[in-house]
Structures are given as C-alpha cells and as structure tokens.
C-alpha cells in the first residue's frame, strides 16, 4: 500500500481512509508532499501513528475520530507540521497522552472529547498561540492541565465538560488576563468544589457553564466579567445566594454568535434550574435587567430558568 499511494499519486491532496476497520498501521504517506486531508476516522484496528506523518508539511486537517485502539500519536522530531490546523481525536477512548505539539505550531481546532482514558496533556501545548478551540469534554482521567495553556492568547473556547478528576482544577495563572480571547469556558460536571477566583480575570468571557458541580460560593471576582451573557449555574444544589455579578458594563454576547465555532447552545441567560438554597434570601437582579435590554435588539434566545 505505501509503494502504492507514494509512487502512483505523489500529488494526492486527499486520502480518506475512514472506517477501515482491518487497517492496523498506516501507509508511508511521507513522499506525498502535497497532502493536504487524512481522514482516519473509524479505523478501530489502528494502534499507532508514527512518526513519518510530521513530514507531510502541506497536511491541515487530520481527522482520527474513533480510532478507539489508538494508544500512540508521534509527530516526530524532524518533521515539521507547521501547516496542521485541525486534529480530531474524539472518541480515542484508549489514549493516555497527547502527541508533542512542538511541531503543530500553527493547529487551531484539537477536539479529545470522550478521550476516557487521557490522563496526560503535553506540556507543548502552550506553544499553540493560534489555538481557538480545546475540547476536552468526557476525559474522566485527566487530573491536571500544564500550567502553559495560559499562553494561548488566541482560545475562544475551552471545553472541560465531565472532566470529573479536575477538583483541584487549573493553577490561578491558567485562568489569567493572558486569555485575552477566551468567549465560552465550559467546567460543568467537574465534581467542582470551589470556583476559581481568577475566572475574574477572563474579561472577555461571555459564556460560563457551572452546572452539576457542589460550589457553595460564586467569587466576587466575577463584578469584573463585563461581557457575560450566559450563566448556567443549574444543578449546583449547596449553592447559596450570591449578588457579584456585573450590573453595568459592555455589550454582552456580541462575539460569541460572531466568531466561536464548534458552539453547541445559541441561549443566553440564567439558569438556577435545581438550587433550591440560591432563594434563601433575595438578591439583586441587576446584571439579567441589563441583559434584557441588549437582547432585546439581538437575534438570540434569551431565558431566566429557576
């Protein structure tokens, strides 16, 4: 198969090899200069990616969903990546660690969800500085995010969903001014029981999914969160009353229906739905008065769940 795709079509763009269950090992694909898309997706023999593929310097798209016996990624040492933008590994639920990101340095959309058993992320993964979407959503072994992911000033959104080993979630410095992008940030279900303060510092931030974790507090640091628009606090059942929420400030979701891909929910709003302590005493209602006159001109649903 590699004298075939080599020798016949060294100018291939595209090689789809999706759902080849019997593929165990990939062709040398490395004399196809000009490869632009592999999909392998679905090929659920296939065990290892070596190191060959980070000679391919044209590829931007590599697509290894559900490669679910897939338990190594190797770009190599020599090769260069530098035009990787897309790298699907969802559903690659016998990885345990990421590939070296030191030779993608241009990637800007890494989907791991349900990657169950991912329990390490490369420390390379600060060097992604075009990076805007980072799912990581259903890695239930993931304990810990290295520290340099607050150097990827161009994420729009991070996706941490039922990553439910992230008690003691991220470093303050992860969540810091330096995600100067950051729109949608999800960490529901995370078995969460305090909220990092420093999610103050996430200016731009218009989106935030808290639900199903056991919090107690909402930080007074989120008077700074300016552009939220969305707030989903449901199924926090200790949550008690909280009045920190910005009442005044910029227009909120503007850039969220604008400019995220990858969204899942186009709602904007409140959502208490099941936190039966929230209503103990009342409190304020400013910041959602302010969110009904921006939507009130914006082509957006809009909802207030109790």
Known sequence: MSVFFSQSYPNLRRIDLSNSKDLT???????????ERLDLSGCTSLSHIHSPIGFLKKLAFLNLRNCCNLVIIDFGHIGKMSSLKVLHLSGCTKLESTPDFTRATHL????????????TIHESIGVLSNLTFLSLRGCLELDSIPTDIHSLISLQTLDLCGCLNLTDLLPRQ?????????????????????????????????????QGNKIFSIPSSFRALHCLAYLNLSHCHRLRPFDVLPIEGATSGGRYFKTV???????????LFDCPRVFDNNWDLGWLFRLIKVHILQPCLFSFCL
Request: charged residues 20%; hydrophobic residues 35%.
């Open 25 to 35: 090992d990939i062709p040398d694909l490395s004399r196809i200069t000009n490869l």
């Open 108 to 119: 800007e959309y890494l989907d791991m969800d349900n990657c169950s058993s991912l329990s």
């Open 261 to 271: 891909s990858g969204s899942r929910d186009h709602r904007s709003g409140l959502y």
């Open 174 to 210: 992860a969540f810091s001014s330096h995600l100067i992008s950051l729109i949608l940030l999800d960490l529901s279900f995370c078995n969460l029981q305090e909220v990092p303060g420093a999610i103050g510092e996430l200016r731009c931030l218009e989106r935030l999914n808290l």
